[in-house]
């Protein structure tokens, strides 16, 4: 038993995605702010803590849409039916999450609560979870009570409730009117459109057959134990703390005794009585001194002892409790809180992998809570876990995301014995939101989900959020996407973060494209830019990936001139020439002539590549001195483009060029495509950066193919007024 899928709907700006799981562990990915703990948030909230669902967590779209629900009745109380309409109404406005799992027939005893009828037989089961009026009569009688009063001030004064929205909002007025439901989700017989809903007699089914445990981001190692909670679901907690609660719920021999604590209780009772012995001797005079006074003693008052108890919870209470120490046969040791926070994080971490899986199992004292264990024990165990790269260097990140799952079946009830293999009559899955890059180098990226940020459109009028399922790019991938993998994880995977993605042929503009970027594009340097380095013959093979993510795409390629015989030239035009890009063959503008290339139109190499924004630039004609030049790759345009500059014409060959163009006894695009052929092109790039580093006021002007391609991706990334 599993859960496939997520569906979601009205909760902030995920109006309605739906998130696959895999069935061991799903990644979540995407840029900020686009709604991987939003998505976090809404699953703890629907499948663990009903309550933590506020006004301000539905979608802005629907807000306007709530708050004029009960305009047209502000005359007369409504009638039954239109009552039920009002509820109706409210009910699709609210969030929602449909829960489809997926179950063996001989199973049907786990699930007999959700089943959609007697015939099932094994597949898909879906369960809808909804937030709805739980008496709309007296959400509405209680409403218009408090708006009449607001009524007669109406013009002077802005007060509570101004509509529906804001009297929901008021203190515990959401929680109080507003109750989650459960429902059997079954589909019609002759539609998959007709959906037929059942309500589940017993809330607590779901809770039978999934558990759910959270990790959130908002964990704060070396914070006192006093500290106030934050959101819905804080971590803040010392390391101690944590122990104690597993000793607590787990280890305590006091809960339930079995034989081998007997022992023990017996040397802690010991103990305890001797200690106490001891305080009541030394607390006697003062004690005796409280008698004078007239207590105990007045009227039958009981006298004062003390009597000691002794157990592990107090041995952790304390935050020296917890202390490290680097070598056993040392007597030195250091306090938890002198260290590291990284490495306090991985400790904190691990260990609420091992409580999340052991309270799952019922290890020790937990499987004494109730009669029947294996009733108890749920199913499946949903595992959320926020952000874990929060303090941790970027090869524990690695380590931790790759070991997450095993530490969470590491128990002779989910794995066969001496075995890596997984016993299926309890499930894990184990969901992770990241930012980190170094997390998902080492995983497939099949597990990905990326969480794509959406513009308003005529549907949606608000900037939401969709999901895209990188399975159904990764699961059998063709050869392209082969590259795509093998590539990104030899190089970076921050496309899955970034806000828009330039991609450029070669080590040159890899190093001097983001110094183009510092000095001339200010704006699109606090944007989240993720530079890749793919020669114009492999670019491509990324189309499907960028279709996929949706995010702004610039291509930085080159002309790459041949002749009519395929051989590398210097470009002129009217001369039957061709490119020898792949990228500008197969992907935009798909031109091959030379000529119709470097005549194309700005405007045309702009494009939406299956509604991804992309625009594909490469060098074009250079006005030097009146006449028209022309360059095949990065390095001419750039010295075209700096053709004054005294730093390139101090080298010899260049200074000789420039004399040759000035004399007309050669042609200065063939002067440079012989100088470039000759380069050894990193040397090349690195000169010109350590040139610009050197010289405070050294600054190169980027080529006009590039001014123009980083202008459009400005202008892509700019924020929407």
């Not at 499948?47 to 301000?56: E, G, M, W």
């Not at 969901?431 to 080492?442: A, F, K, L, P």
């Not at 291509?555 to 061709?578: A, I, R």
């Not at 031109?591 to 290339?597: F, I, P, Q």
Request: glycine share 4%; charged share 30%.
């Amino acid at each position: 038993m599993k859960i496939t899928s997520f569906a979601l709907k009205n909760y902030r700006r995920l109006s309605n995605v739906t998130l696959v799981l895999d069935d061991k562990t799903t990644i979540l990915v995407g840029a900020n702010n686009s709604g991987k703990t939003s998505c976090i948030g809404a699953l703890h909230t629907f499948l663990k803590s009903p309550d933590n669902l506020k006004i301000r967590d539905i979608s802005k779209l629907n807000w306007k849409e709530i708050q004029k629900l009960c305009e047209r009745f502000d005359e007369e109380f409504p009638s039954t039916e239109q009552m039920q309409e009002i509820s109706n109404k409210l009910i699709s406005l609210l969030p929602s999450l449909d829960i489809e799992i997926t179950a063996e027939a001989s199973e049907a005893y786990k699930v007999r609560d959700i089943l959609p009828d007697l015939e099932w037989n094994g597949g898909a089961l879906s369960v809808r979870i909804t937030y709805e009026a739980d008496d709309i009569s007296k959400l509405y009688r209680e409403f218009s009570d408090a708006r009449s009063v607001v009524s007669e001030h109406k013009g002077t004064v802005s007060l509570w409730p101004k509509d529906l929205c804001d009297f929901l909002e008021k203190g515990h007025n959401f929680s109080k009117y507003i109750k989650q439901k459960h429902y059997i989700l079954s589909k019609g017989a002759e539609s998959l459109a007709n959906e037929v809903l059942q309500p589940i007699a017993q809330s607590e089914a779901l809770r039978r057959l999934i558990r759910v445990d959270v990790i959130s981001e908002q964990r704060g190692l070396g914070a006192e134990d006093s500290t106030d909670k934050k959101g819905p679901y804080s971590e803040k907690q010392r390391l101690n703390k944590l122990l104690r609660e597993y000793y607590d719920r787990i280890l305590n021999p006091e809960d339930f005794p079995e034989v081998q604590d007997l022992e023990f209780l017996g040397q802690q009772q010991t103990l305890e009585n001797e200690f106490t012995t001891r305080l009541n001797a030394q607390f006697e005079a003062p004690f005796k001194e409280l008698e004078d006074m007239g207590y105990p003693g007045i009227g039958g008052n009981p006298t004062v002892e003390i009597a000691a108890k002794i157990s592990g919870m107090d041995a952790l209470q304390k935050a020296s409790s917890i202390q490290y120490r680097f070598d056993r046969k040392e007597e030195e040791f250091i306090p938890e809180s002198y260290l590291g926070l990284g490495y306090q994080n991985l400790i904190y971490l691990t260990f609420r992998l091992l409580e999340f899986r052991d309270k799952w199992m019922r290890v020790g004292k937990s499987a004494s809570s109730g009669n029947n264990v294996e009733e108890q024990i749920e199913p499946i165990h949903l595992v959320l876990v926020e952000e874990p790269e929060v303090n941790l260097h970027a090869q524990v990140q690695r380590v931790f995301v790759s070991k997450a799952y095993g530490t969470l079946r590491n128990h002779r009830d989910l794995r066969h014995k001496d075995s890596r293999i997984d016993k299926t009559e309890y499930q894990t899955q184990l969901v992770i939101s990241t930012h980190s890059s170094h997390i998902i180098n080492d995983i497939d990226f099949k597990d990905l989900r990326y969480f794509r940020r959406n513009d308003a459109n005529a549907s949606i009028g608000m900037d939401y959020t969709s999901i895209a399922n990188m399975s159904e790019l990764f699961e059998n991938p063709k050869e392209a996407l082969q590259f795509v993998r093998k590539h990104l994880k030899l190089t970076h995977c921050d496309i899955f973060f970034a806000d828009g993605v330039i991609f450029v042929e070669g080590q040159a503009e890899r190093l001097l494209v983001p110094e183009f970027i510092s000095k001339s594009f200010p704006d699109l340097s606090n944007r989240y830019i993720s530079i890749l380095e793919v020669n114009g013959a492999h670019t491509h093979k990324y189309r499907d990936l960028v279709e996929k993510l949706g995010v702004a795409t610039l291509v930085l390629t080159d002309l790459d001139s041949v002749n009519n015989k395929g051989h590398s030239c210097f470009p002129q035009k009217s001369e039957d020439q061709k490119t020898n890009n792949d990228t500008l063959k197969k992907w935009h503008p798909k031109r091959v002539a030379l000529d119709e290339l470097v005549d194309l139109p700005q405007a045309q190499h702009e494009t939406k590549s299956q509604g991804t924004p992309l625009y594909v630039a490469y060098q074009k004609p250079t006005q030097i001195s009146g006449k028209e030049v022309l360059s095949r790759t990065f390095e001419d345009a750039l010295i075209l483009a700096n053709f004054e500059d005294d730093y390139f014409l101090k080298k010899p060959k260049l200074k000789e060029a420039k004399t040759n163009f000035e004399s007309d006894t050669r042609s200065l695009s063939e002067s440079l495509y012989n100088y470039v052929k000759d380069l050894k092109k990193g040397d090349f790039a690195f000169d010109c950066l350590f040139h610009l580093a050197d010289e405070k006021t050294s600054s190169f002007t980027p080529p006009e193919y590039m001014r123009e391609g980083l202008t459009w991706l400005q202008t892509q990334l700019a924020p929407k007024m």
